[in-house]
């Protein structure tokens, strides 16, 4: 019995209170709390750049590939422009080539190594364990891997004496998540964008040209493909992006995250049900529930985008139409409406607010269907006590306050090149029921 009639709707004060459809979440938007966030202003004075040939400002950056676990993919730029993966890369040539975007095995797993091989007897599938003898079998390689065990040992707590005193076998069997892991990071091969004078000047998903933004979400879901086809004890690859330490990023260096589970997840889990029981319900109470509210902002052939109530933290979502239900099996023209409406938001938030992105598909074992959302959450609200007494989240942006500051940027830079067309607010066509999930 749900605690409202409706959804979404303002008091007589002006307090909006909003639930989301799916999960329940209530959220109220208090008009004498409501500020705006102050996106494109940088929130700290910003340095001048300590100009470098080569980016060398984290350990995700360009001087420092060493720093990261062996590489599983690289894509480069040929002189033709043209963009070439190169996988398994040869330990001797990872400084011969700037990566446009490198995929590695994140050092620090959330779910490691060691709970696929104790809790599933998981072993490296035989191209992984190929692999790692080819890398280790190389001097260098050999070298890279131990002082990065080394490393993270160290970064752990472990005493320098203990670390010497532990044997190469011991180090080289907790380089197995390297070779074997399934939480890996899909890195930019930038950390500011190109020509930045100043600090604050990053490079941000919405730095990108749509041609990049693309092949970093055509990189990223080759990666999911390949942890899927790795091990077969994963039941769904979570895919996320924290940008900005206040999002949870370590480095302001643009990264994904794709972690394996062997179970679906909470969210996915829960909002599975109520997809089985009410199967049109991201059409009936989110997309034409937005249309007709005037929430819809940005639309194509293939996908939609619009703000969504019910969220803690102001929230952009960008709905697929394809009658697809997961990333891989979108065709290039429907990953390209996709990814160009994820860019356009990226582009129109500015790279100064840190946001999570987070990818929701059907799962491959799931009887229900659920369409490919990818939602980019605005981590400018902090929840605190009252949220945690009351279970009731204060979010000081509206989402028609959302849209409004979303929108006036999408008109620039669609004039200016920077985005793919695109139709925006009153352009969108709307039509009832646009997402074609779960049909044949
Ligand atoms: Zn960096």
Not at 151 to 159: A, D, E, I, T
Not at 185 to 211: F, K, Q, V
Request: proline share 6%.
């Amino acid at each position: 019995m749900p605690k409202y009639q409706n959804s979404y709707f303002t008091m007589p004060d002006g307090t909006l209170k909003h639930v989301h459809p799916l999960t329940g979440t209530e959220v109220w938007t208090v008009p004498t709390r409501a500020q705006r966030p102050f996106y494109n202003r940088p929130l700290k004075t910003p340095k001048p750049l300590e100009k470098a040939e080569e980016e060398n400002y984290c350990d995700f950056c360009q001087t420092e590939y060493y720093l990261t676990p062996p590489e599983k993919a690289r894509i480069i730029q040929t002189s033709d422009g043209h963009y070439q993966k190169i996988e398994k890369l040869n330990p001797d040539l990872l400084e011969a080539s700037h990566a446009v975007f490198r995929r590695v095995a994140n050092l620090f797993e959330i779910v490691t190594f060691d709970y696929w091989a104790k809790n599933h007897g998981f072993e490296l599938s035989a191209t992984q364990a190929q692999w790692k003898k080819k890398y280790l079998e190389n001097p260098r390689g050999m070298e890279h891997v131990l002082r990065l065990v080394e490393m993270k040992l160290k970064l752990s707590g472990k005493p320098v004496e203990e670390i010497t005193s532990t044997s190469i076998e011991e180090k080289l069997k907790l380089a197995e998540g390297f070779f074997g892991g399934a939480h890996e990071l899909c890195i930019a091969g930038r950390h500011y964008r190109p020509a930045a004078e100043w600090d604050n000047e990053l490079y941000s998903s919405g730095e990108m040209t749509p041609e990049e933004h693309y092949g970093y979400m055509r990189f990223t879901i080759d990666a999911m493909i390949d942890i899927y086809a790795n091990n077969r004890y994963v039941r769904y690859v979570t895919v996320y992006q924290n940008w900005l330490q206040a999002a949870g990023a370590s480095f302001d260096h643009l990264h994904k995250q794709l972690v394996g589970l062997d179970e679906w997840g909470t969210s996915i889990q829960s909002e599975m049900e109520v997809v089985r029981e009410s199967p049109n319900i991201y059409n009936e109470s989110i997309v034409n529930f937005s249309a007709s509210h005037s929430l819809v902002f940005a639309e194509n052939n293939y996908a939609i985008a619009l703000s969504e109530i019910g969220h803690r933290y102001p929230t952009l979502a960008i709905y697929s139409k394809s009658k697809n239900a997961r990333p891989d099996e979108h065709g290039p023209e429907e990953l390209m409406g996709v990814s160009d409406l994820v860019h356009a938001c990226h582009a129109a938030m500015g790279s100064s607010i840190p946001c999570n992105e987070e990818w929701y598909y059907s799962p491959r074992d799931a009887a229900g269907v659920m369409p490919w959302h990818i939602l980019i959450k605005w981590r400018t609200v902090n929840p605190a006590g009252f949220e945690g007494g009351t279970n009731i989240y204060v979010n000081p942006v509206s989402p028609v306050a959302l849209r409004d500051q979303v929108v006036p940027r999408l008109y620039e830079l669609r004039s200016l090149g920077k985005i793919h067309d695109l139709k925006i607010a009153a352009e969108c066509e709307l039509k009832p029921n646009p997402l074609l999930y779960g049909q044949k």
